[in-house]
């Protein structure tokens, strides 16, 4: 067993200290608000007082935390009790050009760091499940490997780019909340046409999101607009979404009209709907 640290026990991060010290490892935590460090008290988690106590003699050193700003905060705040050996384990979704400038300034200082973002929740964080995604050394991921698998149900080594887990985490995200404001609009329209939520819902399931990844997605990528759904009856079907919403507040479909809107006038009316994405295609 690991003798490690948690900077930052918020909901992620508490979920991650208590699986911790469940598989048996000594657990000292931080976290700005002592109440959520003393909650896990139950679990053999260990309050620090502040971060250099918490990393004092940690072999691993988990940082879970709100963004780039208090990243930098903390850590500067824990290096007088790290140990030379201590591997910063990074788990914090932050910027991508941040992330690579702290990688390289922390290594130049001699410190061992990784960026180690997740897709997962503090259930899937309790039981080891959802992916971890890993940048940095490929000899100082190694060195973790075996313990980082304990934590996730995927571990993702993407590369010794240090930026390119930051990235790939946004990436993600947008995709989360995209979907999920999608979603807000189809209630919406739900709503004025008295379908209930969860027929609504229901719906979805009949939709193979992955395959239109695979499909619509990889054409874009490649800039394939050969039509198999035109972009003109693609602006009709949303004009017919908007109407049936009416005045109701909508989170993203107005403003997926007005790019619509602009690339039909540009002449891409006749290209598939998967256009949208020409302009980033265009800037590779």
């Given at each position: 067993m690991s003798t490690i640290a948690f900077l930052g026990t918020g909901l992620l991060g508490g979920a991650f200290a208590e699986a911790a010290a469940k598989r048996g490892d000594t657990v000292t935590a931080w976290n700005r608000s002592p109440d959520k460090v003393h909650a896990l008290a139950q679990f053999g988690v260990i309050a620090a007082a502040s971060p250099a106590e918490a990393v004092r003699n940690a072999a691993r050193v988990h940082i879970v935390l709100?963004?780039?700003?208090?990243?930098?905060?903390?850590?500067?705040?824990?290096?007088?009790?790290?140990?030379?050996d201590a591997i910063i384990i990074d788990h914090t979704t932050t910027l991508p050009t941040l992330t690579a400038a702290r990688a390289e300034r922390l290594h130049a200082e001699g410190v061992k760091y990784l960026h180690c973002p997740v897709f997962m929740g503090p259930p899937a964080a309790r039981n080891a499940q959802g992916t971890m995604m890993v940048a940095g050394p490929k000899a100082l991921f190694e060195s973790v490997k075996a313990d980082l698998a304990k934590m996730t149900g995927r571990l993702a080594y993407m590369g010794e780019r240090t930026d390119v887990a930051a990235v790939n985490k946004l990436f993600g995200n947008a995709m989360i909340i995209g979907v999920t404001a999608v979603m807000?609009?189809?209630?919406?329209?739900?709503?004025?046409?008295?379908?209930?939520?969860e027929d609504a819902i229901k719906l979805l399931g009949f939709i193979d999101l992955n395959a239109i990844v695979a499909g619509r997605g990889v054409?874009?990528?490649?800039g394939n607009y050969n039509p198999s759904f035109e972009l003109t009856m693609a602006r009709k079907d949303v004009r017919l979404m908007l109407e049936t919403a009416g005045d109701r507040p909508m989170a993203v479909l107005p403003s997926v009209a007005t790019r619509m809107d602009q690339l039909i006038a540009a002449g891409h009316g006749a290209d598939d709907c998967c256009v949208l994405g020409i302009d980033a295609v265009q800037r590779q």
């Open positions: 709100k963004d780039d700003a208090v990243v930098e905060e903390v850590l500067a705040a824990a290096r007088a009790g790290l140990s030379p807000a609009d189809i209630l919406t329209m739900a709503q004025a046409s008295d379908v209930s939520a054409n874009m990528a490649k």
